[in-house]
């Protein structure tokens, strides 16, 4: 088979990969606003945090279905989205610790995103994102008897691996 025969193959493979990794993104934050919103379920910082790692991998992906991508730009977006999915990772095992080891302090009574945003300084809600509050270790929904950041460690390192598999693609470009 030719060579540009096996790039174009290899381009359409990267660019369905991508556009499914869209299509998952959406429909795990699809359902985090199903929860929210239908369910009654309020996102604490943390999972607010896991939301927007997950709109950043779909910003990824996007780009990468309409990059035409060599080698190393095939590289890079594997890079990036498994980088993406270790920060997501790291931030639902830190929810999974708050849930076990809840923290001493009486921190579930804290006012919604929406008025952090509007009244506390950026500092002060970047650090209630990382520390995670009181909220984050009430586990508000299960599946399966699994918690939310359970599936949601186990969707970042779906994305790890996808990320890895880039990679391994573009090894063989």
């Known amino acids: ?8 193959i290899k381009n359409k493979l990267i660019r369905f990969y991508s556009a499914a ?4 993104c959406c429909l795990l934050i699809s359902f985090g606003y199903y929860l929210q919103y239908y369910k009654g379920v309020d996102p ?3 999972c607010i945090m896991q939301r927007f790692i997950f709109i950043a991998m779909i910003f990824v992906f996007l780009i990468s279905v309409f990059h035409k991508s060599g080698k190393i730009g095939t590289r890079v977006y ?18 999974l610790y708050l849930q076990h080891y809840p923290p001493a302090d009486n921190t579930t009574c804290l006012p919604s995103f929406q008025h952090m945003l509007e009244f506390l300084p950026t500092s002060k809600i970047i650090e209630f994102l990382i520390k995670g509050t009181g909220a984050c270790a009430k586990i508000k929904w299960t599946l399966f008897n699994l918690s939310m950041p359970v599936w949601s460690l186990i969707s970042f390192f779906f994305f ?3 990320g890895l598999f880039y990679i391994y693609l573009s090894d063989k470009k």
């Open 44 to 46: 604490c910082p943390l």
């Open 21 to 24: 990794g869209i299509l998952l």
């Open 1 to 8: 088979m030719p060579l540009v025969l096996k790039t174009l």
């Open 78 to 95: 594997g890079s990036l989205i498994s980088i993406i999915g270790l920060c997501g990772s790291a931030s639902a095992t830190r929810q």
């Open 160 to 162: 790890v691996f996808a």
